[in-house]
Each structure stands twice: as C-alpha cells, then as structure tokens.
C-alpha cells in the first residue's frame, strides 16, 4: 500500500504542476462580485470562482493547442466543453465531499513531501526553494494554503479510489478466451496464382472497356486540388557566370583541400598485440610453418578481425613497421615490431595505389563551389532591397524585370516535387499560402531566395480519357489480369473439392506453414490470406485475392496455445492487466456517478457569468 500511496502522490503532483505550467497568462486571474464567490455547490462543498476560471483556462489552452481558432463562450458552449468543465469539478467535489464524510485525508507530512519533492519548486541547487514556490503560485492565481489543500484534497481522493477497487481481478475466463483466440495455432497449405502463371490468354481491350475502367476508376485518375502560384527565385547558379573567382583563391582552397586531392599509396592492415616479441615470434613462425593461421591465432587470444582491423593505413602511419608492411608487394605477414601497446604482428591484406588530382583537374569543382559560396552571400546582401521593393508595391514580375531573379509557375500540391517544389521549405510556405498573403522575400536551404504568389485555387478534376489513356489501359490491362487469376484460383478450388490434391490442382508448387498465430507473420503472404486462414474450418479451402493475383489456401490443422511460448505469457498477462484496469475504472466511475448523483447540486448562476464576464470580456 505505500508504494501505490507514493505512485498516486508522484501522478497528483505531476498532474498539478500541470496546471501550474500551462498558467494563466494572457488571463489574468481577479476577484469575482456580483455572483458570489461560488458557482455551485455541492453537498457540503462548493465550487468557487476562482476553481472554475482555473478549468475553464485549462480548456481553452487545450483547445488552442488542438487547432481551434474559435473559443468563444458560444463555441465553447456548442462543442460542449463548459458543460463539461462544470460536469469535471462537479464530480470532484462530490468525491471531495464523499471523503469529509469518511473522515479521509491525509497529513501535513504527506502535503509537505510531496510539494518539497516537485521538480518546479527547486532553486539552483536543486533543492526546495521556498520563494519560488510562493512566486509561481501567485502567478497562477492561487494562494499558499488553496494550494496545499488542493494537495491535500487529491491525495484523499485517490486514497478513497484506491479503496474502491481494491481486490477488482478480472474473471479468469476472460483471460483464458483471449488468450486462447490470440495464441490458437494454424498450419496451412497454399498456391500462389501470379501474373506469371497465368495460362489464359487476355484480349486487347475495347474502347467501350477502356471508357468503362475510366469512368469506375476515377478517383485513380483525378487530379487533386492545386494552387497556380506565380513565383520569382534566384538560385546561387543563376549567378555562377557572373561571379569572378581569382587563381589565388582557388590554389588556396586547393592547398586547404590537400588531403582530398593528393592520397599517399596506403595499406589495408591488421595488427595483433602480443606481451612479448618472443611470444609474437613464436606465432608468427607457426604461421608460417602451416601449424595455424592468422584467423585462428586471433580467435585464440579472444579476439575478432574487427578487432585487429586498422583499416587503410599511410606509411607513416605504421610507425617502425611501415617500411616492411609497404615492402610486400603482395598480401603478407611482418613483424614482430614495436607499437605504443606492445610487440605486434601486421598483416597487410591489399595494396591502395596512391591518387593524385592536379590542380588543373580539381580546378573546375573548386571554381564551381566557391562561386556558388560567393554567390550565396550575394544574394543575401540583396534581400532588404528586394523587401523594400515588395514592401513598396512591387509585384512578383517587377522583380524579375529589375534584378536578376527568374519568374516560374508551378500548379502545386501536396506530391509536388518537380523544381523550385523539390525544396522542403517551398513545400511548407505553399501549403499554408493563401490568397490573402502579400510577396515576400523567402529563403530556401542552399541560399536560394524567392517571393510568390497565389493565383488561384484548381479545384479537383477528373482527367480525359485522352490524357490518360496509356495510365487508364495499364490499369485496365492489371484488373483484367487478376481477374483472371482469381478464376482459375477458383477453377482449382472446385477440382480439389472433387477430391483431388493441392498439387494436382494448382501444378505452380505448394508452400506450407506450421503453427501460425494471428500476430505471425509468413513470408510471402499478404496479410489478408493470414486473416483468411483464420476464418476456416479444419480441412476447409479459399481462394483469397491479392494485390496483383490469388491465393488457394488449405487449413490443415488447428491447435490451441504453447503453453511453453513467451509471447503467449505476455499477452495473458497483458489482457488480465488491461481487463482489470478496464474493470476497476468502470467501477470507479459508477461510484463516482452515484456521489454525484446523491450529494445534492445547486448551480449559481450569476456566479457563473461572472466568471465568463471575465474570461471572454
């Protein structure tokens, strides 16, 4: 009971800190008149003003954060979500009632550990800090001991729910079914029947096929609603022919890139460690003598070839054993020598020659991209002007006839990729452009800069058969396709109906599965011929349709759960978990339902609007 008591403690304190966090800013929390202090009362216990401001925010806040644009006392009161702020503290304070009736709480200690223990009233130690305990709460509207009664107040309510459902467990049963439905295991036959086992021969289609697959296809062949945006970009390489690079710069940028352009000859290498050279010596000459390998005098010492790999290595790299490991002129095996953690063996296992690009060879792609840097920089220095010219009424064509910016249009939608669409930061401006929105300078991730304009909206429509004539016969040509297979997926069911064997019916080669459960999965298998297999009777065959032929499926056996499976413990005890929890909250919510419906409710109106006086003024 202590370790539930302090699990219920831990989520009480999370959730009123959450209250906390989420503030009142923006509100500003005040006295109410006018009304009372209280918007209703239940039993003994009222519901103040300040406890119903308090909800009411914290709805609006989740409302914002959900996309609503209207919440307006009138939205609010529509959606229902006054009603159920005020049905939410009603239900508490009947259950708050409920425990001043059973004499439930709980004490200072209790109040006090687990506001002293809350993350957000920690100073820059780490530890409680009084003064910004007080702060937060007056930020948020309440005060010391409201607070710590609030505490006090959860903490008994979840004593009170503890003891409700205390001893709840789901009948065995229940367990017992799910588990048996989930862990049943199948073993079944089957014969694909795919476009390349087709035996039948389909005919060209007609026009009258072709007009008939458009017209019962035609989500296939819509296009979706597009915005014809007019736009105005200039890209780096617009301007790469009219930025000067001089040699100097270029040599340097070549110097800096050294490492790139000139690669000494180097050496795949191995290295092994030994404590002594005798003992490297020692190995190295029973190598070579036939007696073992390298392989296995690494695996001997414990270790892998990852483990002893170095990789591409430079002479100078190797230290005393670079002269020798670039002496061989085929793979080998050298040593022993000296290295920083001991005598070792290296064993060089293939020869990279060395690559060299001149100047004049790299020249280009140097050029290339300090013009591009250069002209990143001088689009930058453009934008405020560019702004200027927008903000002074200048249109997405007056750019292009003023500076060096290119015009294009696109019809965008959410599958464009094509150009300036191919940007993700172009994807994300159009999809929230509206006609209402004025040119402006915008940035994309290679210094590209750009300024658009919404044209007008493309409602959805359906293309002409003419556009898409070759789209709508391979369609055609797909459908006709399965439909044969599904017919001599058929064929072959009524034959084995008859009596005869899956082999002998089907002729394209039988595949098996053993013990499946409904959570398996078969290679090969979509999944709805896994969900078919699980609606037969033993003995029984289907043919099933696939996304481009059929399946013949035959159920051979069905047998109950292993008892001996993981997977089988789990999910038991998954479900005994979910149905107990699913349990204890309907009995939980009963009871609540039935304080509230005994404790006595009155509702203060004018208490009531003086809260929404305030919040929606």
Do not use: C
Request: aromatic share 6%; hydrophobic share 45%; proline share 3%.
């Amino acid at each position: 009971m202590s370790t539930k008591k302090k699990s219920f403690s831990d989520y009480l304190m999370m959730g009123l800190m959450g209250l906390l966090i989420l503030g009142l800013g923006g509100f500003g929390i005040t006295n109410f008149s006018g009304g009372g202090t209280s918007i209703a009362t239940v039993g003994d216990r009222d519901i103040t003003a300040e406890d119903y401001y308090r909800a009411m925010v914290q709805a609006i806040r989740v409302e914002e954060a959900s996309g609503a644009t209207d919440v307006s006392l009138a939205a609010l009161e529509a959606t229902g979500v006054t009603a159920q702020v005020r049905g939410q503290l009603i239900g508490t304070e009947a259950l708050n009632n409920e425990t001043d009736r059973l004499g439930l709480s709980v004490g200072d200690e209790e109040v006090a550990r687990m506001i002293t223990g809350s993350s957000a009233f920690q100073g820059v130690s780490g530890e409680f800090d009084r003064d910004a305990y007080e702060f937060m709460l007056d930020q948020n509207g309440w005060n010391v001991a409201g607070f710590e009664q609030s505490v006090r107040e959860e903490s008994s309510r979840n004593i009170l729910q503890a003891s409700v459902v205390a001893g709840v467990a789901p009948p065995e049963t229940l367990s017992e079914v799910l588990t048996n439905w989930y862990g049943e295991r199948r073993s079944f036959r089957w014969a694909t029947f795919a476009p390349d086992s087709l035996t039948s021969e389909i005919p060209s289609p007609t026009e009258a096929d072709l007009e008939a697959y458009h017209a019962g296809n035609e989500a296939a062949f819509t296009l979706p609603e597009m915005k014809h945006i007019t736009y105005a970009w200039l890209t780096p390489d617009m301007l790469l022919n009219e930025i000067a690079i001089d040699e100097e710069a270029l040599r340097a940028l070549y110097s800096e890139r050294a490492d790139e352009y000139i690669v000494p000859e180097r050496r795949l290498v191995e290295r092994l460690v030994f404590g002594t050279a005798e003992e490297a010596t020692a190995a190295r000459e029973a190598i070579e003598a036939g007696d073992t390998d390298f392989v296995a005098t690494v695996e001997s010492r414990g270790l892998t070839l990852e483990d002893v790999d170095l990789g591409e290595m430079a002479e100078a790299d190797l230290g005393q054993a670079g002269a020798a490991v670039f002496g061989l002129e085929e793979p080998g095996l050298v040593g022993p020598y000296p290295t920083d953690l001991g005598p070792a063996l290296f064993r060089m296992n293939g020869i990279l020659q060395s690559r060299e690009t001149t100047f004049e060879q790299a020249e280009p792609e140097l050029r290339s991209e300090l013009g591009r840097e250069r002209a990143r920089r001088v689009i930058e220095d453009m934008i405020t002007d560019l702004d200027d010219l927008l903000a002074g009424g200048a249109t997405v064509e007056d750019l292009v006839e003023e500076t060096k910016m290119e015009l294009g249009t696109v019809d965008y939608h959410a599958g464009s990729e094509a150009d300036i669409a191919a940007y993700t930061d172009f994807r994300a401006a159009a999809d929230a452009l509206t006609d209402e929105d004025f040119a402006e300078i915008l940035t994309l991730d290679d210094g590209s800069i750009y300024a658009m304009r919404l044209d007008k909206v493309i409602e959805p429509r359906l293309q002409p058969l003419d556009e898409v004539r070759d789209a709508v016969m391979a369609g055609w040509e797909t459908a006709e396709i399965r439909k044969a297979l599904v017919a001599e997926a058929e064929a072959a069911l009524a034959e084995l109906e008859t009596g005869e064997t899956l082999v002998d019916v089907a002729g394209l080669g039988v595949e098996t599965a053993e013990n499946v459960i409904r959570s398996g999965f078969v290679e090969g298998l979509e999944p709805d011929v896994a969900n078919a297999v699980f609606s037969l009777e033993t003995g029984a065959a289907a043919v099933v349709e696939t996304s481009d032929g059929a399946v013949l499926v035959v159920l051979d056996s069905v047998d109950g759960p292993d008892a001996d499976d993981p997977q089988i413990a789990l999910f038991r005890m998954a479900m005994s978990q979910q149905a107990e929890q699913g349990i204890a909250e309907d009995l939980f919510t009963l009871y609540a339902r039935q304080m509230t419906a005994t404790a006595g409710i009155s509702i203060n109106d004018a208490g009531l609007n003086a809260v929404h006086t305030q919040l929606f003024r």
